[in-house]
Structures are given as structure tokens and as C-alpha cells.
């Protein structure tokens, strides 16, 4: 696990709140998703195995009471973190982990003197094929932390969702079951959300299907389950639009490897595109972004793309 102060809020910032968030990097992901802003943390370690949270020597480091004393010491001294992330690699990735994520949260409204935002980013994976664990309803006693578990759904369709995070399409519907098994759980000081896990960014990186080459995301093409999912969050949230994190142009790597999917499309001046091929060279098809207007149009007003990954119509 690494704790630090995410500056530009460009990685790890609780965009959708506008806040700096101290960001808990958990280690291993069971997604490989090829836009992951985290793939240094996400990548690594066996998905709920050992290796799983370990401290800056490896140790596995799983005690939540010096789990909970290292945040609040690491917010003490880091005033500027206006919350703590929890987020991937994945920090509910089984039973045991998410236990012991609860007792961290539990453990931090004990230690803490005034009130702390915890949000827990997950893919929701786990917690939709498994429900939610029973200690779970011990959030309910919450006393001085905020909490808000925030999943950011990969994708609209079983097929985004296959090539976007990299595992089986079947497990499409799990990130969806997660947000409604989660529910139940929310009130008092326990909230639930659902964010998008990644659309196309301001510099012009648009994604597409490799195939059919046309724009991923159009609302003619969501999944019932999805559907459902975005408009009880945009309904309770009170937001007309759903958050969501987009690819980032800045960040060659990522674009590099949805363009070896072939999921990205656009201009050639684009900027993220241009980016990743000084870094690593090659061709890549790409399309006029011209073509892709209206489905830029229509997914700007569908979801509330971050402050730096804005699109520009
Ligand atoms: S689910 Fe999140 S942490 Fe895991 S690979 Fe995808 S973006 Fe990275």
C-alpha cells in the first residue's frame, strides 16, 4: 500500500467532489484495464493473494489499527488532502480484504477527532458476485467519517466492458450487481455511487470499436443493467449528468495500449495520439474526429467528464 497526496488531482483526485484527496494505492487488480491510471499498483501483486497491501519492504501489511494511525498521521501531516482515497489496484478485491478494509474504516472513525471523507473507489467485482459481507453493517456506526463507495463502471455493454477491462464479458453485469448489493448499506454516513470508468478525453482521444470502428458509449447501445444503474445515481446524487473519468491525453502509455486493442480513434494531430507515437513509434488507423462529433456531443451530455479530461466540441 502507498499513501501520497495526489497534487494535480489528474490520477487519484475525487474529480466528481473537486477535491485532493490523499490517495491509498492498494496493490493487484483482477481488471486489466488498458486505460489504468494505476497500472504501477494495479499490475502488481497476486489479486487477492499475499502480496496484496504491503508495506514499502513487502511486508504484507493487513493490522487495521496501523492501517487507520498511518492515514490519519499521513492526513496530519498533509493538511492540504481533503479526503482519503481507497482505490486500485483494488481495495475489495475478496472476503478477507474487504474485512479488513471495513475494520481500517471502523478503526479511523474510533482514532479520528474531527470528521474524515473516506471515499472506496472499487470495480465492484467481488462484492457483485459475492455480495456484500456482514460486517459490512457495522458502517452503520459510524460515528466521525464520511464514507462513499464509488464504482466506476467500465463500459455500457457486455462487449465494451470485455475489451475496456481486459477479463470475461460475463462479468459485465457484476460492477452493476455491486452498486445495488452496496445499497442497502448506504444512509447515515454511508453513501453509494456509480461514476464511468473511463470516456473519451479533450485532446481528441475517442474511443471506438476495433471492429465496427464505431464511437463505444452511444446511448442507443447501453445495456438495460446499465441504464438502471445511471439513472439512480444521476437521481440521487441530484446530478443531471454521471461523473466520469476519461482517458488521459497526457498520459502516452494508456492511449498507447487502447490503440493496440484498436480502440482509439481519431485525428492524427491529436494530442495523446501524437504522444504515445513519439514514445513508441509505429502507425496507428485513425479516423477524422469529425466523423465522431455527434457521439462526442452526445456523450458530453450524457456523463460529466472531469475538469482535465474535458471534451471539446
Ligand atoms: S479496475 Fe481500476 S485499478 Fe483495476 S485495472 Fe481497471 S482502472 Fe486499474
Redesign the pocket.
Known sequence: MEIYVDEKGEVAGVRWLGLRAGAVRFYG?N???P?????RW?YSGSFGGVEFCMDEEGRVEVESTALAERMLAFLREHPEAECLLLT???PLPDRQRSEEVVDTILELDRLAEDEVLVVCRT?GHYLGRKGVPECFSRLRELEKLRVVFEIPV?GTTEEEFALL?GIESKYFNCQLASYWQLSPVAGGRVEVMASF?TGHSSGGVHLVHPETRESMFRREHWSRDFEDVYHDTCTKLGLPRMPAYCLSDKDPDAVYRCMALGCVGCRQECEGVRRALEKYGGEMRVESRDEYLEDYREFSELFEPAESCRVEI
Do not use: I
Open positions: 487488480c481488471y486489466r484495464c486505460f489504468c491510471p494505476a497500472q494495479s486500485g489496484g483494488e470495480n467500465v477491462s470508468g
